[in-house]
């Protein structure tokens, strides 16, 4: 089955500065990566997702690129703010009727002002 | 707002108990899931359902069983709780996109 590996799993940045989370997967067939942030005491919540037709998507501040060649894809934010401050989630799905997303498990991003 | 409910949010019960979280949504979709939430190691799939007379195993099944009684309603069972089942558990929808909306989540504590 699919394996997702999440790194880093904590990352401490001050305000304003940049932060990136990379995944890695197994199966070359997914194609669909979507990435979720869990505020403390909060359901998880999609911000983002990118397909494999594209390399790289970008929403404001935040934005997703994705190496399929190297079976790699990465959550960017910019000018971190923090409310940023969260667990972000990256996940990774093959096509077809049945959608069973396989997690990363987590990063936990502190944003200090 | 079309949404995602769990109940309880929070339950501490005692080992060897039987315990239901249910859930229920109004969102019209199809695809029901049950995760679990562990530090550290992220959202782990329990069960899913893809309407209700479809019932799959996730990677940790073991000791939980699910019922879909409706399209809306999804409802997770532990026969007989234990310690290590003590967990945030999680359920969601998945929509034609297929992104997935998450319920606010039950604490539960299993002494």
């Known amino acids: 089955g699919e394996n997702v590996e999440q790194h880093p799993s904590t990352l401490s940045v001050q305000e304003g500065d940049s932060a990136v989370i990379k995944c890695t997967y197994s199966d070359s067939a997914s194609n669909y990566f979507p990435w979720y942030k869990q505020e403390l005491g909060k359901r998880p919540q999609l911000i983002i997702d990118?397909?494999?037709?594209?390399g790289e998507k970008k929403d404001q501040r935040i934005a997703v690129t994705l190496n399929k060649t190297a079976k790699h894809f990465s959550l960017h934010i910019t000018e971190t703010q923090p409310e940023d401050s969260a667990v972000y989630f990256c996940?990774?799905?093959?096509?077809?009727?049945?959608?069973?997303?396989?997690f990363g498990r987590g990063t936990s991003l502190i944003v200090h002002p | 707002d079309a949404d995602v409910t769990q109940t309880p949010r929070n339950r501490i019960t005692k080992t060897g108990k039987r315990i239901m979280l249910e859930c229920s949504q109004t969102?019209?979709?199809?695809?029901m899931y049950w995760y679990r939430q562990d530090p550290g190691l992220g959202l782990r799939l329990i069960y899913y359902?893809?309407?209700?007379?479809?019932?799959n195993k996730g990677e940790i099944s073991d000791g939980y069983s699910v019922s879909r009684q409706a399209q809306a309603k999804f409802s997770l069972s532990l026969e007989s709780a234990i310690p290590n089942q003590t967990a945030l558990y999680f359920c969601a929808t998945g929509s034609l996109s297929l992104e997935q909306f998450f319920g606010p989540g039950t604490r539960l504590t299993v002494l």
């Open positions: 359902s893809f309407d209700v007379k479809d019932i």
């Open positions: 969102k019209g979709h199809d695809r």
């Open positions: 990118i397909r494999s037709n594209v």
């Open positions: 996940a990774a799905s093959k096509p077809g009727g049945s959608y069973i997303p396989t």
